[in-house]
DNA sequence: GATTTATGAATGAAGG
DNA sequence: CCTTCATTCATAAATC
């Protein structure tokens, strides 16, 4: 026999004969113990098998919507990670797609440059509010754009004297053993990532079998 | 060719022998081929992520828990992929570490998440302690890093609201471009917008259900 | 139009 | 607690 254990695969997992015996661990998992010995119950199974198999279903769906993406371009266009606009004007090729980021004019720019070569080190929070407002004659912008604007500046600006030396190639690359076309063309491996989870890509989809799965399997829990 | 799928993140891969299970998703394609691209807001997104890293590490626990009670039974295609104790500097000894700041890990996150939304303003020393400790079992930290996690919280979170927060300045253009800022105000329930995604379905897991349950399997297996 | 670079933004940690 | 710094991530812009 075996102790119940997960079958990842969803379609035909009642293969087992797993006993319904109540036996609650009798021995701890220290013992490897490779036999009888259940350390959940039937219902924490039950449970834990759907909320794997729903797991699964959720992966193929972000394999799915990752072929997709990775196979048209212009799906790519809609900002995955920040998405601030309506869903229409999709459909052809182009969307109105919204500066998600902040992009300071060329004036503004200059402005900005202009400040800090001033050696106005800190820009105060009262400086900044004047900036800001100065800089909005010439284009959309916030204070938090200004305020971010001068910390990366001055790292930036920093890190520029230090780091980069005249013959010091202070990369950080390790993995030069690389193919010139393999690159890092962003490992698209939505499923499995750096935090034994699936990381921060990013990735949409939409499903009314989920949502409805993951509800009733939240009621179930009650 | 097979689906991509968790990798389930484990130092002792090496006993893994056979029995392989790639059949995970393979099949399945039924119902759920038609994704539908979608359009979520970046709190939506962010909540997916969420509430799918959370699935995931509920599957790792599992399989954690698991071998230690079957070591018979291993899940293929298990590669390493834990950030933290990082293996390389091998060769050329450059750039040694891969990540020398704590980062949370989604279980942490989203545990710290709702504690803090709990409302207990400040964590006590005690309090520090407790969730640090119970936050341990889903990666690695300490209290300075709970401690720290909380002032940036509360700072961050504060200043939403104030001075050098974003969308302070009086943009005349864009009004139907929601802050992006306000990311993680709640965990609890945010997916289930009629509009979008998920639609009304209560899908979230977030809290402590899951959480405990997770944890009550931890203990099983100590 | 695929890559690479520059840079806006997010966030953990340190200082005060 | 509040401010600042350092590092990292994501992406608009630049480049080939």
Chains 1, 2 share one sequence.
Not at 93 to 113: D, N, Y
Not at 134 to 142: A, D, R
Request: net charge negative.
């Amino acid at each position: 026999e075996q102790v119940n254990y997960m079958e990842w695969d969803d379609k035909q997992q009642q293969q087992q004969h797993g006993q319904q015996q109540e036996h609650e661990l009798e021995q701890q998992g220290g013992g490897f113990g490779m036999m009888y010995v259940k350390v959940m119950t039937d219902e924490q199974m039950e449970l834990l098998r759907k909320q794997i198999s729903i797991y699964a279903t959720i992966c193929e769906q972000l394999v799915e919507m990752h072929k997709s993406i990775t196979s048209q371009q212009d799906f790519a266009g809609m900002r995955l990670g920040n998405v601030y606009y309506d869903p229409l004007t999709t459909s052809a090729g182009h969307k109105i797609s919204t500066r998600q980021r902040w992009t300071p004019t060329p004036m503004q720019l200059q402005i900005l440059e202009h400040i800090f070569d001033q050696g106005t080190g800190t820009p105060s929070k009262q400086k900044i509010k004047d900036i800001t407002n100065e800089l909005t004659q010439h284009g959309p912008i916030s204070e938090t754009n200004v305020y971010n604007w001068f910390q990366n500046r001055r790292a930036r600006s920093k890190r520029k004297q230090t780091g980069v030396g005249p013959n010091n190639a202070e990369s950080e690359v390790e993995t030069e053993v690389e193919s010139p076309k393999e690159k890092k063309a962003k490992p698209e491996n939505i499923l499995s990532n750096e935090n034994h989870a699936l990381g921060e890509n990013e990735v949409c989809f939409q499903s009314s079998e989920i949502g409805s799965e993951l509800h009733s399997l939240d009621q179930q829990h009650e």
